[in-house]
């Protein structure tokens, strides 16, 4: 059965945030770190944390709002506004440093067995990005990464040299808010990369998000799903 509850982790610079905690029913589990979308950990990442739980992993979500509003949430469409304000006062290199501390949490948890790989979801999609190039603690960076409609990552592609993990995109080919030229670049920096895989939707942007009914595309996110189950056990519990 799985259990949840709320861990505390302690910044590189001293503070002390909230993550989002999913416990599976095991003594020794690989870790997985959930990125939110602008929306916050609400009901969607919340549920999200607790479908990969079912599944056999220890799962941290960790609050990337902290330094602008602790537990920030809102739950659809309506609070985009709101989700996009707190995302332009983001300071992105800060939330690297709080990944890369939760990642450590993670790490030194001791129901984690050691392997850890990330997923996250449009601005959480790009944070997953992010966690793949820069997070490294003691040398040891995550040990697989997926990443659902990331808009920034095409401003970002700079960093693919430093990916050392096998990494998966999931895109939209209807998104409002990625154009295809952008999700054309991401696979030609993958493109020779045998650890890199590109899938592309007939659906919109954030396609996965049960909570926001204009966007949820049921179809395309049960197999985005199970890919990301199947990715994430391939490299994860090898």
């Known amino acids: 059965m799985v259990s949840t509850r709320y861990e505390k982790i302690t910044a590189a610079d001293g503070g002390v945030f909230d993550a989002f905690c999913a416990v599976p029913d095991s003594d020794s589990a690989p870790g997985v770190l959930i990125f939110q979308e602008i929306f916050g950990i ?15 992993y220890l799962v941290l979500a960790p609050d990337m709002f902290w330094r602008i509003e602790p537990r920030f949430e809102r739950k659809d469409e309506s609070g985009m506004a709101d989700g996009v304000e707190r995302v332009q006062q983001l300071d992105f290199q800060l939330a690297g440093s709080d990944i890369t501390a939760t990642l450590a949490h993670m790490r030194a948890m001791p ?35 997926v990443s659902y409609y990331g808009s920034a990552i095409r401003g970002m592609l700079d960093l693919a040299e430093k990916i050392e993990c096998p990494i998966l995109f999931h895109y939209g080919d209807r998104d409002p808010f990625i154009p295809a030229e952008d999700i054309e670049a991401v696979e030609q920096a993958m493109a020779g990369r045998p650890d890199a895989t590109v899938y592309r939707y007939d659906a919109g942007h954030a396609f996965s998000n049960w909570d926001a009914p204009s966007m949820y595309d049921e179809a395309s996110a049960r197999v985005a799903w199970d890919r990301t189950i199947q990715f994430l056990d391939d490299h994860l519990r090898a």
């Open 42 to 56: 609400n009901d969607n990442i919340r549920g999200l944390a607790e479908r990969l739980a079912a599944a056999g």
């Open 111 to 145: 129901a984690c067995n050691g392997k850890v790989g990330g997923v996250g979801f449009c601005l959480g999609g790009a944070l997953a990005y992010l966690f793949a190039a820069n997070s490294r603690v003691d040398g040891h960076g995550p040990d697989a990464v």
